[in-house]
């Protein structure tokens, strides 16, 4: 029993920042990587940050540099501060976290995604 829940998306206008925020709660024993992901319309979802529980990062090209993911292991939340967005941008913005539950190995929980639209 593990749920991530989402919030930040919006509208805004090219140039602006959004900060994307993801907590994880339930029966959580530990939490390996977290990232984010995200699926524009009528386009695959892709990579776009994710960070380890010791804090390492990686970022899709297209972010490096405007992005930055960051996380709070004691509130289990995972964070996506975007920066200088670009209407490509635009897409589903969903949360991933390689949970593991108590005497289980790590296994992969989403979100239902938060969306987040720029505007030019």
């Known amino acids: 029993q593990v749920q991530l829940v989402e919030s930040g998306g919006g509208l805004v206008q090219a140039g602006g920042s959004l900060r994307l925020s993801c907590a994880a709660s339930?029966?959580?024993?530990?939490?390996?990587?977290m990232g984010w992901y995200r699926q524009a319309p009528g386009k695959q979802r892709v990579l776009v940050a994710d960070i380890t529980s010791g804090g390492t990062t990686k970022y899709a090209d297209s972010v490096k540099g405007r992005f930055t993911i960051s996380r709070d292991n004691a509130k289990n939340t995972v964070y996506l501060q975007m920066d200088s967005l670009k209407p490509e941008d635009t897409a589903v913005y969903s949360c991933k976290a390689d949970v593991q539950r108590y005497s289980n190995t790590f296994r992969p929980y989403w979100g239902k995604g938060t969306l987040v639209t720029v505007s030019s």
């Open positions: 339930g029966s959580i024993f530990s939490i390996n990587a």
